[in-house]
C-alpha cells in the first residue's frame, strides 16, 4: 500500500498564497505521476495540475500562470505552490499519485485525505 499526507491547506485572503505539499510513503517500487486535485461543496472533483517523472506538467486553464507544481523524486513528494489566489479556488485540495507497489503489479492510483484550502473575498 501508498500512504499519502497533505499539509499546508489553511484560511488566506484572496490575492495570497499557499503551499501544499504531499509525501508519499510506503510500499512503493515506482511513482509515475503524482498532482493535484480540488472539490468545491456541490461540485465534482477536478484537476489541478499534475507532473509526471520526467518532469512534464499539465495544469486546469483556471490555475495557469498562478500555481505551479513541482516534485521531489528522491523525497517522493509534491508540492503546489498557489499564489494570487480566488475565492473560487477554495475547495478540499486531494494529493493523488500513480504508482506500482512491485515491478509485476499495475499502476494504482491512491489518495491523500484532502486539506481544505479557504480563500476569503
Known amino acids: 500500500q501508498v500512504q499519502l499526507v497533505e499539509s499546508g491547506g489553511g484560511l488566506v485572503q484572496a490575492g495570497g498564497s499557499l503551499r501544499l505539499s504531499c509525501a508519499a510513503s510506503g510500499s512503493i517500487f515506482s511513482i509515475n505521476t503524482m498532482g493535484w486535485y480540488r472539490q468545491a461543496p456541490g461540485k465534482q472533483r477536478e484537476l489541478v495540475a499534475e507532473?509526471?517523472?520526467?518532469?512534464?506538467?499539465n495544469y486546469a486553464d483556471s490555475v495557469k500562470g498562478r500555481f505551479t507544481v513541482s516534485r521531489d523524486n528522491a523525497e517522493n513528494t509534491v508540492y503546489l505552490q498557489m499564489n494570487s489566489l480566488k475565492p473560487e479556488d477554495t475547495a478540499v485540495y486531494y494529493c493523488?499519485?500513480?504508482?506500482?507497489?512491485?515491478?509485476?503489479?499495475?499502476?494504482?492510483?491512491?489518495w491523500g485525505q484532502g486539506t481544505q484550502v479557504t480563500v476569503s473575498s
Open positions: 493523488a499519485t500513480t504508482a506500482k507497489t512491485a515491478p509485476w503489479t499495475s499502476p494504482f492510483i491512491y
Open positions: 507532473i509526471v517523472s520526467g518532469g512534464s506538467t
